[in-house]
Protein backbone atom coordinates (compact mmCIF):
# COMPACT_ATOMS: atom_id res chain seq x y z
CA UNK A 1 0.00 0.00 0.00
CA UNK A 2 3.07 2.25 0.72
CA UNK A 3 3.89 2.35 -3.01
CA UNK A 4 0.67 3.95 -3.64
CA UNK A 5 0.25 7.88 -3.40
CA UNK A 6 -1.39 9.66 -0.08
CA UNK A 7 -4.83 10.27 -2.14
CA UNK A 8 -4.90 6.66 -3.31
CA UNK A 9 -3.72 5.38 0.00
CA UNK A 10 -6.80 7.36 1.97
CA UNK A 11 -9.73 6.31 -0.92
CA UNK A 12 -8.44 2.56 -0.21
CA UNK A 13 -8.69 2.83 3.58
CA UNK A 14 -12.31 4.58 2.85
CA UNK A 15 -13.78 1.82 0.28
CA UNK A 16 -12.53 -0.65 3.70
CA UNK A 17 -14.39 1.65 5.92
CA UNK A 18 -17.33 1.91 4.19
CA UNK A 19 -17.79 -1.33 2.69
CA UNK A 20 -16.33 -3.28 5.61
CA UNK A 21 -13.84 -5.46 3.53
CA UNK A 22 -10.77 -5.71 3.43
CA UNK A 23 -8.96 -5.10 0.35
CA UNK A 24 -6.17 -7.53 -0.34
CA UNK A 25 -4.83 -6.62 -3.83
CA UNK A 26 -5.18 -3.40 -6.38
CA UNK A 27 -4.71 -3.58 -9.92
CA UNK A 28 -3.00 -0.54 -11.03
CA UNK A 29 -2.34 -1.63 -14.78
CA UNK A 30 -3.57 -4.84 -17.27
CA UNK A 31 -0.86 -7.14 -16.29
CA UNK A 32 -0.11 -9.38 -13.18
CA UNK A 33 3.06 -7.75 -12.24
CA UNK A 34 0.60 -4.18 -12.12
CA UNK A 35 -0.87 -5.93 -8.71
CA UNK A 36 0.06 -4.29 -5.70
CA UNK A 37 -0.51 -6.82 -2.36
CA UNK A 38 -1.90 -4.61 -0.07
CA UNK A 39 -2.28 -8.36 2.40
CA UNK A 40 -1.28 -11.65 1.90
CA UNK A 41 -4.37 -13.93 1.83
CA UNK A 42 -2.26 -16.82 1.74
CA UNK A 43 -0.14 -16.64 4.98
CA UNK A 44 -2.93 -14.22 7.00
CA UNK A 45 -2.56 -15.17 10.99
Known sequence: LDE???NAR???L???EI???RISAIGV???RD???V???LINED
Do not use: A, M, N, W
Open 4 to 6: LPE
Open 10 to 12: KYV
Open 14 to 16: KLE
Open 19 to 21: SGC
Open 29 to 31: GPD
Open 34 to 36: QTI
Open 38 to 40: VRD
